[in-house]
């Protein structure tokens, strides 16, 4: 079965941080682009960050830039999302997302074919 299973999630104060781990059981993530989102309840997705697997090379949305690094490790086909400075806004359910080609980053989350089911991540005092 092809998925994309999101971890790593959890509760944190601000000015802390949290790694988000994206994982591909049952297929080869070297084939597609990966993306991150997240979402909170009633508000539109908000595109987070993106790796092109075929370059390596990365995007980050505004304001998660400087704070934010997303990474793969081949080996064992995860993606992760290093979040530090964690702020009270950053606070969101976050997806992980598969384009269609290796090369594939994008801010837009309909060009995306394959999502997890999330991690809740929650930035609180």
């Known amino acids: 079965q092809v998925q994309l299973v999101e971890s790593g999630g959890g509760l944190v104060q601000p000015g802390g941080s949290l790694r988000l781990s994206c994982a591909a059981p049952?297929?080869?993530?070297?084939?597609?682009?990966i993306g991150w989102f997240r979402q909170v309840p009633g508000k539109e997705r908000e595109w987070v960050s993106c790796?092109?697997?075929?370059?390596?090379?990365?995007k980050y949305g505004d304001s998660v830039k400087g704070r934010f690094t997303i990474s793969r490790d081949n080996a064992k086909n995860t993606v992760y999302l290093q979040m530090d400075s964690l702020k009270s806004e950053d606070t969101a359910v976050y997806y992980c997302?598969?384009?269609?080609?290796?090369?594939?980053?994008?801010?837009?989350?309909?060009?995306?074919?394959?999502w997890g089911q999330g991690t809740h991540v929650t930035v609180s005092s």
């Open positions: 049952g297929f080869s993530m070297d084939n597609y682009g």
């Open positions: 997302a598969a384009g269609v080609t290796p090369t594939h980053c994008t801010d837009y989350d309909g060009s995306y074919y394959l």
């Open positions: 790796i092109n697997f075929s370059s390596g090379s990365t």
